[in-house]
């Protein structure tokens, strides 16, 4: 089965790829399900239920979030109440919504979705390591694949992980950084890695946004706002082939794929 992934999607631009590239990719590459990091869809900063509806009609199984998720208050509408919608696991248990979720489709193998968030260079959430072996263990009791979204800043803790976890689960994908990393690999024990799947929104941008703001706060250290870019629109993620049967990951490609009526105006 192939399993697409798609990195944070930023704002409507990444939007705008996603609704018309999707149905592209799915087709072109007989993609099985397709997990979206949608912690930027919402003008950059967090998600809306509008902005999930979205990525949904245009093919997306399965939304994951990460350190953007409280940006949008609409969001505990979608904790509260949006099967499809996984936040980091990493909270204590009382938070609303769910660290992971399965996927079940008719000809398909159950799928399993865990999203992470790491604790490196980030806002102290619980410790992502022990709180995904135990969640690991408690589906893998019915669940051969599994796919995990790791929302981490530091290459060692998402590179850490993965080894902790090769063997165990289908796939670890980096997201946060939103600059796509070229180490794309299956580990020994057979978990696809790619430490960090990037972004898909504008890409003549400082990570999605504006440049020329982001360099003045640089400069300054003086607040500024920082609006999404426009232009040179990529979905970036990840392609992942896994047998169904065991959950061992066959193959990982990076995607990088641009937005056709960008590139064509280029
Ligand atoms: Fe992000
Ligand atoms: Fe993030």
């Known amino acids: 089965m192939k399993l697409l992934f798609i990195a944070d999607i930023v704002g409507h631009p990444g939007r705008r790829a996603v609704k018309e590239l999707v149905p592209v990719l799915r087709k072109r590459n007989a993609v099985d399900v397709v997990v979206a990091n949608g912690e930027n869809s919402a003008g950059g900063s967090g998600i809306t239920v509008n902005t999930a509806c979205e990525i949904f009609s245009a093919g997306v199984d399965i939304i994951t979030c990460g350190d953007h998720l409280w940006d949008q208050k609409e969001v505990t509408e979608l904790l509260n109440g949006e099967p499809r919608f996984v936040r980091p696991l990493t909270y204590p248990a009382w938070v609303p919504g769910q660290g992971s979720?399965?996927?079940?489709?008719?000809?398909?193998?159950?799928?399993?979705?865990?999203?992470?968030?790491?604790?490196?260079?980030?806002?102290?959430?619980?410790?992502?390591?022990?709180?995904?072996?135990?969640?690991?263990?408690?589906?893998?009791?019915?669940?051969?694949?599994?796919?995990?979204?790791?929302?981490?800043?530091?290459?060692?803790?998402?590179?850490?992980?993965?080894?902790?976890?090769?063997?165990?689960?289908?796939?670890?994908?980096?997201?946060?950084?939103?600059?796509?990393?070229?180490?794309?690999?299956?580990?020994?024990g057979g978990t696809a890695f790619l430490c960090d799947a990037g972004f898909t929104g504008p890409h003549d941008s400082v990570i999605g946004r504006e440049i020329e703001p982001i360099i003045r706060r640089f400069m300054t250290n003086m607040p500024q706002k920082f609006e999404v870019a426009k232009g040179r629109v990529l979905l970036q993620g990840a392609l992942i082939e896994i047998d169904g049967h065991t959950g061992r990951a066959v193959k990982i490609e990076r995607v990088s794929e641009p937005l056709v009526e960008e590139a064509r105006s280029v």
């Open 101 to 188: 979720t399965v996927l079940r489709a008719p000809g398909l193998p159950a799928i399993g979705i865990i999203n992470l968030q790491g604790r490196t260079f980030m806002p102290a959430l619980e410790n992502p390591f022990p709180c995904v072996l135990s969640e690991v263990e408690r589906l893998r009791q019915s669940v051969k694949v599994l796919f995990i979204d790791f929302h981490a800043e530091a290459t060692s803790e998402k590179i850490a992980m993965a080894r902790m976890l090769d063997g165990k689960v289908s796939a670890v994908v980096g997201t946060h950084t939103h600059v796509q990393t070229a180490d794309e690999q299956i580990l020994p």
